[in-house]
């Protein structure tokens, strides 16, 4: 079993930054494909970026290119999203998850095999 724990959020004003940190534990990392989703209050969940296992391939939502990047520590089993010129649409409780998956410059938003609990981005002056 692969356990996942965000961390990072916060407070923070308009045009500011965060680091978000997804922290695996259980199995080895770099066998999955991870990905971040938000959901913000009153809206569905939506994928915000993704990161294929070898971290070749990177995916993020028109919302947020840009501004967020993705990338993989497999030495350190973590995954990050650095947030920059953050706004207020960006609140909401950010999620990571795993997906096993055989191809190693594949990610996607479908499927996702394992997720964290979130942690809570709150963009507001």
């Known amino acids: 079993q692969l356990q996942l724990v965000e961390s990072g959020g916060g407070l923070v004003q308009p045009g500011g930054s965060l680091r978000l940190s997804c922290a695996a534990s259980?199995?080895?990392?770099?066998?999955?494909?991870i990905g971040w989703f938000r959901q913000a209050p009153g809206k569905e969940r939506e994928g915000v970026s993704c990161?294929?296992?070898?971290?070749?391939?990177?995916n993020y939502a028109d919302s947020v290119k840009g501004r967020f990047t993705i990338s993989r520590d497999n030495a350190k089993n973590t995954v990050y999203l650095q947030m920059n010129s953050l706004k207020p649409e960006d609140t909401a409780v950010y999620y990571c998850?795993?997906?096993?998956?055989?191809?190693?410059?594949?990610?996607?938003?479908?499927?996702?095999?394992?997720w964290g609990k979130g942690t809570l981005v709150t963009v507001s002056s």
């Open positions: 990161i294929s296992r070898s971290g070749v391939s990177t």
């Open positions: 998850a795993a997906d096993f998956v055989g191809g190693g410059s594949y990610c996607g938003y479908d499927g996702m095999d394992y």
């Open positions: 259980g199995r080895i990392l770099n066998n999955y494909a």
